[in-house]
DNA sequence: AACAATAGTTGACATTTACAACTGTTTATT
DNA sequence: AATAAACAGTTGTAAATGTCAACTATTGTT
């Protein structure tokens, strides 16, 4: 069977998420992009006990100077805060604030209640052979 | 069972093919951006007789004016041509040009090069379903 | 003829991409 | 101990993208 490129299929689907829940934020009031949540929802997640920018940068596989921007934006609108590693002065560990985890359970909740309704109509397997797949690819992709 | 959240999974997702096709493109000296190559594989494979910008910005869900700046470059590197329908001088007719479809070419073979590897290890089935969900959760988001 | 809609163009601003070059700090080497 | 290398972060820059508004020229509707 031919396989249809990869690219095209998801150039066509990549800003569609993005733009549903940008769509949706903004009904609320919230103007953060869509990587700007994605790095507050690292820093939230993270099993790292100190998460720096470094790491940030390598999660998302984008350069440093991007994601110190984002930082700063985080930062100055209360939602992290960057504390110098006592161990080491080169590092800066971010935490989320009280307000950061507010933020993100909403996009969280946002972010799901789109999703479902994106799956609708989907069975169980087929969902659960969709994530295999891109779980695949994403390894695949980090072999090259 | 728990759906994970479509952005976060296609955030992690959305960099890799691009960058991916960007080295291996940057490597035969080819430096056209990701979206560039998109609008281009548009016009050459186009089923209308007659396209125009408008009718690209619908298909990539991009502002008109993003398309318009990059059909210049594509015009002004020879790899388009636009010209004003007869019929309607609001609108410009684009055509592909001979170095157009060379470069969509390899362009495209490139393309399914990286998605047979990125695909190896799983089961045709898989990967139709996996198509299959794709082109399902593109039509929900239209009827958004 | 007047008005509405369409296609394209231009401008503006913020963000992203991607890289280089820099500073300060820590680690490794001599 | 002194020096070099590596690391983390910062700053700057140019190009591209995202997004919107406002505009011109043209076509369609009333």
Same mark, same amino acid.
């Given at each position: 069977?031919?396989?249809?490129?990869?690219?095209?299929?998801?150039?066509?689907?990549?800003?569609?998420?993005?733009?549903?829940?940008?769509?949706?934020?903004?009904?609320?009031?919230?103007?953060?992009?869509?990587?700007?949540?994605?790095?507050?929802?690292?820093?939230?997640?993270?099993?790292?006990?100190?998460?720096?920018?470094?790491?940030?940068?390598?999660?998302?596989? $984008?350069?440093?100077?991007?994601?110190?921007?984002?930082?700063?934006?985080?930062?100055?609108?209360?939602?992290?805060?960057?504390?110098?590693?006592?161990?080491?002065?080169?590092?800066?560990?971010?935490?989320?604030?009280? $307000?950061?985890? =507010?933020?993100?359970?909403?996009?969280?909740?946002?972010?799901?209640?789109?999703? $479902?309704?994106?799956?609708?109509?989907?069975? =169980?397997?087929?969902?659960?052979?969709?994530? $295999?797949?891109?779980?695949?690819?994403?390894?695949?992709?980090?072999?090259?």
């Amino acid at each position: 069977m031919e396989i249809q490129p990869l690219g095209m299929i998801l150039g066509g689907l990549k800003g569609i998420f993005p733009r549903l829940m940008a769509n949706r934020m903004s009904e609320l009031g919230i103007t953060y992009t869509f990587d700007q949540m994605v790095v507050l929802m690292i820093v939230r997640h993270s099993k790292q006990k100190q998460l720096v920018q470094q790491d940030i940068a390598e999660h998302m596989k $984008k350069d440093k100077s991007l994601v110190l921007r984002i930082v700063d934006v985080l930062e100055k609108d209360g939602l992290i805060v960057r504390i110098t590693d006592p161990n080491d002065r080169r590092r800066n560990i971010i935490n989320i604030t009280g $307000k950061g985890v =507010d933020l993100t359970d909403l996009f969280y909740a946002e972010e799901q209640l789109i999703t $479902k309704e994106l799956m609708v109509g989907l069975t =169980d397997e087929e969902i659960y052979t969709f994530y $295999k797949v891109i779980n695949h690819v994403k390894t695949r992709a980090e072999e090259f």
